[in-house]
Each structure stands twice: as C-alpha cells, then as structure tokens.
C-alpha cells in the first residue's frame, strides 16, 4: 500500500512539472509572437517613412516647378501686353490644388503621424514587458480551468435618473465675408469665391461663398478654371486683400 501511495504521489509531481513547463513553452511562445509582430509593424512603417521621404520630394518639386509656369506667363504680359499673352500663349502648368504652402502643411501632418505611430509601438511594447508573460495567458487561463470562482449574480444596478435635456447653445455667428480694400500688389487678381471651404492660408482659415480675395495670379487662374471663383470689378482705387 505505501509503495502505491509513493507512486501516485511521484505521479503528482510528475503531472505538476509537466504542468509548469507546458505553461513556461506557451508564455514563451506568446512572447515571442509579441516581439515578432512588433518587429513586423515597426519595418512597415520605416517602409512608409521611406516612401514618403521620396513622395515628399517629388511633390515639393513639382509644385516649385509647377509655380514657374505662372511667372513666366506673367513676365510675357510684362514685355509685351496681357492682351497677347492670353492670345497666343499656352497654359501649361498643372489646374489642381498644387500650392507650395498646401504641400507644407500635407507634410508637417504626415510627419506628426509618423512619429506618433513610432511613439504608440514604443509604449505597447514598454507595456508588455513591465507587465510580465505571467500576468496574463496561460497560468492565468490553467487556474481559472483549475479553480473555478463560483459565479454571484450581480445586485441589480438602480435605474439612472435620466439626465435634463443640455441647454441649446446659440449657433456661433459666421465670420464676416472678407472684402478687398486698399491698392492690390503687383501680380495678384481681384477675386470673389463661388465655393466655400477652400483652404486660404497655413492657419486654417477656409472661404466663404462671397468672400473677396486679391490672390497670386497663377493661383487665381486655377481657382478660376476650377469654377471655385470669378473676378471681381474694383470699381475705385485698386485694394488688397485684409483680413
């Protein structure tokens, strides 16, 4: 009898070292998935981080070149009157939204995102490590298969009082429309915008449907094609744009 109780205890202890390696194997497997996806993440983004070094600078440049074409229009209305420049030369340069000051906010957004991207793998994996491969995963999983909390059911939570209705704000009144006064600088056209929400400047302000601008000349002359604006008749002393 004793050496039958010495054998299922040498059993026990067999079945709990078993037990504890099998735990150490999956919290080691588990670990090692971790360390594994977040060496994937971290190479997808230096990969993006690449592609967008080289999309930003293909972008820049072709909107340093694209601005060239303006200037080069206007020059020619310069020498030998806007009349004929409009008559006999071509537009080249690219109609969409390519503005330098547009590109530098694309890309001052696009590298905050990077490196907050960066910051948020850095901190998941600081995370994990401090928490330890016990704290969750398979010890935790075999004691709760092991010893069962016995469920309680839950009191009744009281009913929430339903909260009063928020006091309605008045709507904020829109900004007053922008007006030209003053002489317009060289090189700049007189504009009325026909669309609202079209980016003005680096602080975020957008247009209002009426809103008069003197813009760059080439810019207008995209606004222009894109229907987002139409020229505007100064009918005193030419003005400039304040805001």
């Known amino acids: 009898?004793?050496?039958?109780?010495?054998?299922?205890?040498?059993?026990?202890?067999?079945?709990?070292?078993?037990?504890?390696?099998?735990?150490?194997?999956?919290?080691?497997?588990?670990?090692?998935?971790?360390?594994?996806?977040?060496?994937?993440?971290?190479?997808?983004?230096?990969?993006?981080?690449?592609?967008?070094?080289?999309?930003?600078?293909?972008?820049?440049?072709?909107?340093?070149?694209?601005?060239?074409?303006?200037?080069?229009?206007m020059a020619a209305a310069g020498e030998f009157g806007h009349q004929a420049a409009e008559a006999f030369l071509p537009r080249v340069n690219f109609r969409g939204f390519l503005f330098e000051d547009l590109v530098a906010i694309w890309s001052k957004?696009?590298?905050?995102?990077?490196?907050?991207?960066?910051?948020?793998?850095?901190?998941?994996?600081?995370?994990?490590?401090?928490?330890?491969?016990?704290?969750?995963?398979?010890?935790?999983?075999a004691d709760a298969v092991n010893h069962p909390v016995p469920a309680i059911a839950p009191a009744p939570?009281?009913?929430?009082?339903?909260?009063?209705?928020?006091?309605?704000?008045?709507?904020?009144?829109?900004r007053p429309l922008l007006r030209i006064e003053g002489p317009v600088p060289e090189g700049r056209v007189p504009l009325r915008f026909t669309k609202a929400g079209i980016p003005l400047d680096d602080k975020g302000t957008l247009t209002r449907i009426g809103d008069q601008v003197a813009v760059l000349a080439f810019k207008a002359d995209q606004l222009m094609k894109n229907g987002a604006a139409e020229p505007v008749e100064i009918k005193h002393e030419p003005h400039y744009w304040r805001r």
């Open 1 to 73: 009898m004793r050496q039958l109780d010495g054998e299922l205890a040498d059993l026990d202890i067999d079945k709990a070292t078993a037990r504890a390696r099998l735990e150490r194997l999956e919290a080691a497997k588990i670990e090692e998935e971790r360390i594994r996806r977040n060496a994937a993440i971290a190479a997808r983004i230096d990969q993006l981080d690449a592609h967008f070094a080289r999309l930003k600078s293909a972008v820049e440049e072709a909107a340093r070149i694209n601005a060239e074409g303006p200037q080069i229009f």
């Open 109 to 141: 957004d696009t590298e905050k995102a990077i490196a907050g991207s960066r910051n948020a793998l850095a901190k998941a994996a600081t995370a994990a490590s401090s928490a330890g491969p016990w704290s969750e995963g398979p010890r935790a999983r």
């Open 157 to 174: 939570a009281p009913r929430p009082k339903k909260a009063p209705p928020p006091a309605s704000e008045p709507p904020k009144p829109p």
